[in-house]
């Protein structure tokens, strides 16, 4: 879209917003969901699951005024210039009375949803139904000594990144191995297309037309697989939803964390494993000469480094969740009041040289960096490494129950974990909550120790 014409793409977002609100809060709309409810004890499973998240958009959408709705609508469409230019000059200040607003209005929505506990509850909420303030500090708490001790451990071993030869990598060579890679993962290209974007993404349009955007890496080819594996991760689980339940809310995916967890299952769990490297390996020699005399030991080791990075889409795997728990602090002590947004910048370097061990050396690789608070999601940032941890213990559990997955990830075949992921968490769509999904699937809530584990095994070995 050009950027003249933001205002104007403001005003048909404030309109359907209103639109959707006065819809949803309409006598009729309560009449209908009441008259259901009524006859709640006559319905089957899924219809009582869908009543369910009807119930959840009513209760949500009613809490809200129609002013809130109508002045978010407004921000966020101010906060899409206004983040973008301070990105691009580094300067915070740019964006600083934008941020404010936002938060501002983040603060009256979680006290009109009403919260138990903590204010940051009814945020999160939206994006991992469920989960809590409480939940998300007691698994981070795990993590972030355990992560700081693992990158300290691994630097000892290996003081120098193991790096991929450099580019450039040609985008031909890039699309030549592309078809490979989505058959062997079991993307379908029938119900499933690829395309190209600048920020990459997985949209669902209908159940039978999944859309992957995808962009190509002049100099790291190996940052394109990790693209093109992570997405159609995410492209997997939707041609996954029950078809039978399509449109209707019980057919759709439970959370961003588990959405999460399938995408990041894909890129790192299949991705750098040994097996798939070494199918993978010969078609990288063949598209790329850099790779001519790289071994299957080197080759699983580049894709199991790590390296120093201020930027999070560019993070390694472990450093990532690192990433993540710097921004859920920040978060929480912005929404709890604890920190001005005159002070993010300071807090966020401070906190982030803390934990990496190196500094951030201006706001446009620090607090700038992402776009999620211009868009007013607050509390989306957990989902990301809930999913590294539930990605983590779902693979556990079906490699377990598939004894010749390695062997079939080195022949390039992935069609029987894909049916394993059909069957234990796909099909399901919303029939469970994230934490239910895990104890049936796993027999236990959601544990950090899985993740670790299988990083201590990759990257130390
Ligand atoms: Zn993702």
Known sequence: MPSAAMPQRTSHMVYLSQKIHEFTCSNEFADALNAAEAENNKLSDVEQCNLRFIRRLFDNENAMTSEWVKQFAEQRGKNSSSWKKARAE???SLFQKDLEKTIQLQRERAELLGYEDHIYDALHDKF???SKTADVQRLFATLAPATSDLLAEIKDIYPEPIAPPPGPYSEQGQINITDAILASIGFNTERGT???TV???CSRIDGDDTRLAICYVEDNALIYIGLLMHEAGHGIYNQGLPEKLLN???????SLGIHESQSRLFENYVGRSKAYCT???PFMQKQFPQYKDVDVDTFTKMRNS???????TASDEISYNLH??????MELALISGELNVADLPAAWNKRFEELFGYAVRNDAEGCLQDVHWSMGAFGYFPTYTMGNCYAAQFFHYAKRNLPKLDEDMAKGDCSSLVKWLNKNIHQHGSRYMPNELCIKVTGEHLNPTYLLNSLRVRYLN
Do not use: K, N, Y
Not at 306 to 312: N, S, T
Not at 324 to 329: G, Q
């Open 248 to 254: 209707q809310p019980a057919g759709d995916a439970i």
């Open 194 to 196: 690829l395309g190209t």
């Open 306 to 312: 790590v390296h120093e990075c201020r930027i999070r």
């Open 199 to 201: 920020h990459p993404f």
């Open 324 to 329: 993540i728990i710097l921004r859920f602090e």
């Open 90 to 92: 580094s300067d915070f």
């Open 279 to 281: 199918w993978l390996l």
């Open 128 to 130: 991992e139904i469920g």
